[in-house]
């Protein structure tokens, strides 16, 4: 159950559930905040959390706001889309034949049956943005699992509302937005190295950022540049 927050005329919508830390995050279009927070955390103690990251929570509002934020698509020829970091060229074709997505340099083509509406090439081209993380995070996995001394179980590629990646350390799984696919490569391996760290400090402790400073000296000029990015819709921030 959604209990709301008034800190003056901020509002705070949280929830609890059966998590030992605090989650922050700041949401599209207008910058709604919210928290998730452990079951047994009492009111006072969530505000008291909220307040401490007010400074936070109102540069990332302003963000949000003025972010830039990538058009709507409507999957025709010519259409400008991204591709690992570079603006390419939407290429459409019509052919009785599976759909698929292939690129040659800065074009992307799209191969769709006739009468595709564009609810179909959207899904195939989200389709195809998935497997591109997947197959280009298979090898970087493998390198920070090894550099970390861990093993991730699942790795598991969605469209994610609040974050490029998340790690369950319980289970050992994975999980990486889709929309990664659409960025620079250094973005992808900051996030998986992020993840796979969490494997072995489950909190954003000094320990944890430590292993991002050892793994990638630069990881927070990545950050920068991952969150500086146009967005899709909705936009990405959490603590």
Not at 133 to 139: D, E, G, S, Y
Not at 205 to 234: C, H, K, M, T, Y
Request: hydrophobic fraction near 40%; proline fraction near 6%; charge should be positive.
């Amino acid at each position: 159950m959604e209990t709301v927050l008034d800190l003056g005329g901020l509002s705070v919508a949280v929830i609890r559930k059966n998590i030992k830390n605090f989650h922050l995050s700041v949401h599209p279009p207008n910058g709604r905040v919210r928290i998730a927070a452990p079951e047994r955390a009492t009111l006072e103690t969530i505000r008291a959390f909220a307040v401490a990251h007010l400074v936070w929570i109102k540069r990332h509002q302003r963000k949000i706001i003025m972010q830039e934020r990538e058009p709507p698509r409507d999957y025709v020829d010519r259409e400008s889309h991204f591709a690992w970091g570079e603006r390419v060229m939407l290429q459409m074709i019509e052919l009785d034949a599976a759909p698929a997505v292939t690129r040659r340099h800065r074009i992307l083509t799209l191969q769709v049956r006739p009468g595709a509406t564009m609810t179909d090439r959207q899904r195939v081209m989200e389709s195809w943005y998935r497997n591109e993380v997947r197959h280009a995070a298979a090898p970087i996995l493998a390198k920070w699992e090894q550099h970390l001394g861990v093993i991730s179980r699942k790795l598991l590629v969605q469209r994610m509302k609040t974050k490029w990646g998340s790690c369950n350390p319980l289970t050992g799984n994975i999980h990486l937005n889709t929309d990664l696919a659409k960025k620079p490569p250094e973005c992808l391996d900051y996030v998986v190295l992020h993840e796979l760290a969490h494997l072995r400090e489950p909190t954003h402790s000094a320990e944890f950022f430590a292993l991002l400073d050892q793994g990638i000296p630069r990881w927070r000029e990545v950050r920068r540049v991952l969150n500086d990015l146009p967005l899709s819709d909705p936009g990405i921030f959490a603590a």
